[in-house]
């Protein structure tokens, strides 16, 4: 794990998943079946930039996506002033 990171941090800033689950990141719901498809690190792009994935033998890029009803109903963004 400590070589993703490490990978990553230049782009993004990574959590460990449970950390994430616990602060509340996804939602007041830690039993969300959305859990069981989180991974062990959440990474979350730097200002202006983004995460994509290359598709291997195509020039397409893709993010994250496939969310369910319920868990579109989340808040992705929260800003505090």
């Known amino acids: 794990m400590h070589e993703a990171v490490s990978l990553l941090a230049p782009y993004a800033a990574v959590f460990e998943a449970d950390d994430a689950w616990e602060a509340g990141l996804f939602g007041p719901d830690p039993d969300s079946p959305f859990r069981s498809r989180t991974g062990h690190l959440i ?15 195509t020039s397409q890029r893709g993010l994250h996506g496939g969310w369910s009803g319920a868990e579109m109903r989340v808040p992705v963004l929260a800003v505090r002033r």
């Open 43 to 57: 990474a979350v792009a730097n200002e202006g930039l983004a995460l994509t994935r290359r598709r291997s033998g």
